[in-house]
């Protein structure tokens, strides 16, 4: 008796010490982790901080929210981010849908090779049904999704040659992110990926160890990667990344209602914001961020509807082998929300 009440007292305490100190109701945090992969002088570091700063004026404080860019709090792994979400290691975060596609594998259908001609195809999706589904999958997987923001449509670089067709990516080594997926792609395009975090890309581009790399123009900026090399973009837009912004399940439990939608609220706020600067100069008739970047001495191929078929060709298989991982169901249904969209 007196030794199953001493293992029942010390399970207690094993499992007081497991729970992160988020996961007592009623008690608020001193401070509140949030997690991005890259900080405030990009579109995604600005749309945490202005989640943060709206939440900290609302709530007067209760809630504190400090920002960790650089994937910090799990080193930099970004691949590891939905993870430590989950277990409370990060009590919030904005992040991007390919970098929790590992663990929530319905996240590879924005990363479907050329799904979403335009921006108005991403909108479809994210604001319509599909966009519940993921938040209700996502909820089922153990957090709680708020809004959604937005990394960008993602452009082909490289430090070698332009690219106007599969056959200019023979042989280039690329850096690519985490999900198994880009592998496929770009070993269907005939080059050489490599996986690897952010972290690692920059200086992997620096040295050479990698010619090039695919992300947003906004990122490409401000990461000044005309200086590591990449003189060469390809406005192909095969996929988007769009972000999320989710918080911790015991966290938001421990929160008081009103709070609850303060930071809901904000979220949705903030959302629509960083989606406004992440598309800033990249819908016409503003291009200026395309012609920034060509005042970098960077040369910007726009692909011919023929030549852009030819990527799609080339990646339709891997667009078919994925869209059984993500749920051909889902995938029917937002081809078709992308079909009836409105244009912008
Ligand atoms: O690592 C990348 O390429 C980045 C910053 O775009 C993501 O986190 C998906």
């Given at each position: 008796m007196m030794r199953r009440k001493l293992l029942l007292v010390l399970s207690a305490a094993a499992l007081a010490f497991a729970?992160?100190?988020?996961?007592?109701?009623?008690k608020y945090q001193a401070e509140y982790r949030m997690s991005t992969?890259?900080?405030?002088?990009?579109p995604w570091g600005k749309g945490g901080e202005i989640w943060a700063n709206l939440v900290r004026e609302r709530t007067k404080g209760r809630i504190n929210i400090k920002m960790y860019p650089g994937a910090s709090l799990v080193a930099g792994d970004q691949t590891r981010e939905f993870t430590a979400i989950r277990q409370g290691v990060i009590d919030l975060a904005v992040g991007s849908t390919i970098n929790w596609s590992p663990q929530?594998?319905?996240?590879?259908l924005f990363s479907?090779?050329?799904?979403?001609?335009d921006y108005a195809a991403i909108d479809a999706l994210t604001q319509g049904d599909v966009g519940k589904d993921m938040f209700k999958i996502l909820e089922k997987d153990g957090v709680v999704p708020l809004a959604w923001g937005e990394n960008g449509f993602r452009e082909v670089t490289n430090s070698k040659h332009a690219i106007h067709t599969p056959a200019d990516m023979k042989g280039l080594k690329f850096r690519v992110v985490g999900s198994p997926l880009f592998n496929d792609i770009f070993t269907a395009l005939g080059a050489n990926p490599t996986q690897m975090s952010w972290a690692d890309a920059q200086p992997a581009l620096a040295s050479g160890a990698v010619d090039g790399q695919e992300n947003p123009l906004s990122i490409f900026t401000a990461a000044k990667m005309q200086t590591i090399g990449q003189k060469n973009v390809t406005l192909w837009g095969y996929v988007a990344d769009p972000l999320i912004f989710v918080v911790n399940k015991e966290v938001w439990a421990s929160w008081t209602p009103e709070d609850r939608n303060i930071v809901k609220e904000a979220a949705l706020e903030a959302g629509r914001q960083e989606i406004q600067i992440a598309r800033k100069g990249l819908i016409a008739p503003d291009l200026s961020t395309i012609t920034d970047v060509e005042k970098l001495g960077v040369n910007v191929v726009t692909l011919s509807p023929a030549e852009r078929e030819q990527f799609v060709k080339a990646t339709r298989k891997v667009y078919q082998k994925w869209s059984k991982t993500v749920g051909q169901d889902l995938v029917n249904k937002a081809e078709k929300a992308i079909a009836a969209r409105k244009k912008l």
């Open positions: 729970l992160p100190a988020a996961a007592q109701p009623g992969v890259v900080g405030t002088a990009f929530v594998k319905q996240l590879n479907l090779p050329f799904l979403m001609p």
